[in-house]
T-cell receptor, first 115, second 110 residues
Framework: DTGVSQDPRHKITKRGQNVTFRCDPI?????LYWYRQTLGQGPEFLTY????????KSRLLSDRFSAERPKGSFSTLEIQRTEQGDSAMYLC?????????????FGSGTRLTVV | DAKTTQPPSMDCAEGRAANLPCNHS???????VYWYRQIHSQGPQYIIH???NNETNEMASLIITEDRKSSTLILPHATLRDTAVYYC???????????FGKGTRLHILP
């Protein structure tokens, strides 16, 4: 297992289209996190899962955004009716349960451009 | 909201120690100090964390003041590959999410 994988690395879409990103965490990690990062800013928390349960969602996660983690393995983040303001890097991270004594392992991200 | 204050940018000569400061004057007794870095176009990378005591690993050292209101990340022999944005984060012991601020952009000068 080489780490957290995200697919695709880059996505260009037209405004109004739906997009879906995938994250494959480290296999033994129970916790999975999604962040969004715009240019010049630090990553912003969106949501996190413990196994298949979505335990917290940021107010940044509007009703156009939905995240799932079926069977507690990989996760998907879908954005419906994309807007130009959705253009950002979407980062996924995973960690073991009771993660306060561990760091997160991040993927390389999916860069979304909405034109 | 991030609970830390960091300088927006710093320079360090290659081969010298890079000392990155962080203020966290409102830190509580059960909150840890974490450091991450982000190299251009990559996801953040965990470096080190600590509660009260100074910590050292293969990447860096973390010095936390006795009152825990500030800390310093030390990269002992900086190389060009250490050029990155460094984030200092305060995190409640059992909180499950990390909140990033804007970090310090560290430039290593050849």
């Amino acid at each position: 297992d080489t780490g957290v994988s995200q697919d695709p690395r880059h996505k260009i879409t037209k405004r109004g289209q739906n997009v879906t990103f995938r994250c494959d965490p480290i296999s033994e990690h129970n916790r999975l996190y999604w962040y969004r990062q715009t240019l010049g800013q630090g990553p912003e928390f969106l949501t996190y899962f413990q196994n298949e349960a979505q335990l917290e969602k940021s107010r940044l996660l509007s009703d156009r955004f939905s995240a799932e983690r079926p069977k507690g393995s990989f996760s998907t983040l879908e954005i419906q009716r994309t807007e130009q303001g959705d253009s950002a890097m979407y980062l996924c991270a995973s960690s073991p349960q009771a993660a306060y004594n561990y760091g997160y392992t991040f993927g390389s991200g999916t860069r979304l451009t909405v034109v | 909201d991030a609970k830390t204050t960091q300088p927006p940018s710093m320079d360090c000569a290659e081969g010298r120690a890079a000392n990155l400061p962080c203020n966290h004057s409102t830190i509580s007794g059960n909150e840890y100090v974490y450091w991450y870095r982000q190299i251009h176009s990559q996801g953040p990378q965990y470096i080190i964390h600590g509660l009260k005591n100074n910590e050292t690993n293969e990447m860096a050292s973390l010095i936390i003041t006795e009152d825990r209101k500030s800390s310093t990340l030390i990269l002992p022999h900086a190389t060009l590959r250490d050029t990155a944005v460094y984030y200092c984060i305060v995190r409640v012991g059992r909180d499950d999410k990390i909140i990033f601020g804007k970090g310090t952009r560290l430039h290593i000068l050849p």
